[in-house]
């Protein structure tokens, strides 16, 4: 990591954990330190208002965004 680089903590996670993932890609710490400590599992749900079908869409993710409204 270059600390002369200025990034908030999402950025610099993303970095991190990209690096992790490469660092351990093929080994068993990928799939237990990675995907089980750190990764979830996100659903997004689509619903069609005219028909009624539902498409549902699985993706991981490392980090959630939170935002604040005041």
Do not use: P
Not at 7 to 19: G, H, K, P, T, Y
Not at 30 to 57: A, D, H, P, R, V
Request: charged letters at 25%.
């Amino acid at each position: 990591m270059n600390v002369r680089i200025q990034q908030d903590a999402s950025e610099f996670l993303n970095v991190a954990f990209e690096r992790l993932e490469t660092q351990l890609k093929g080994t068993q710490g990928e799939k237990y330190l990675c995907k089980n400590t750190f990764n979830g599992l996100q659903t997004q749900i689509l619903l069609c208002n005219e028909c009624g079908n539902i498409i549902e869409k699985d993706e991981d993710f490392f980090l959630v965004s939170v935002e604040v409204k005041d």
